[in-house]
């Protein structure tokens, strides 16, 4: 099971981003996947997820309610944040996820965000 954030980067406030989480060696659509944020000093947040198949379910934390967008492409077993309006405070390494049960049992290597000001 491998999972690759990718996409992040030095952005202007106000500015936008799409990060993408290439999911293989397993059914990516069998599964719902998430996306996390971890800034310095700070503990590792939820941002946003995903349910698996017909993908009916989105759930966002509220600070990116109305600004990030997560879809996914079960053909191209990838999951994407469409990002909007950033600020700094979404300054963050950013991870994706995949949930079974209840736990997320695999984590993809991180992506950086860095929205300056």
């Known amino acids: 099971v491998q999972l690759q954030a990718y996409g992040g980067g030095l952005v202007q406030v106000g500015g936008s981003l799409r990060l993408s989480c290439a999911a293989s060696?397993?059914?990516?659509?069998?599964?719902?996947i998430g996306w996390f944020r971890q800034a310095p000093g700070k503990e590792r947040e939820r941002v946003s997820c995903?349910?698996?198949?017909?993908?009916?379910?989105?759930g966002y934390v509220d600070s990116v309610k109305g600004r990030f967008t997560i879809v996914r492409d079960n053909a191209k077993n990838t999951l994407y944040l469409e990002m909007n309006s950033l600020k700094p405070e979404d300054t963050a390494l950013y991870f994706c996820?995949?949930?079974?049960?209840?736990?997320?049992?695999?984590w993809g290597q991180g992506t950086q965000v860095t929205v300056s000001s």
């Open positions: 996820a995949r949930l079974i049960s209840t736990s997320w049992d695999y």
């Open positions: 995903i349910s698996s198949h017909e993908s009916i379910t989105k």
């Open positions: 060696g397993f059914n990516f659509d069998d599964y719902a």
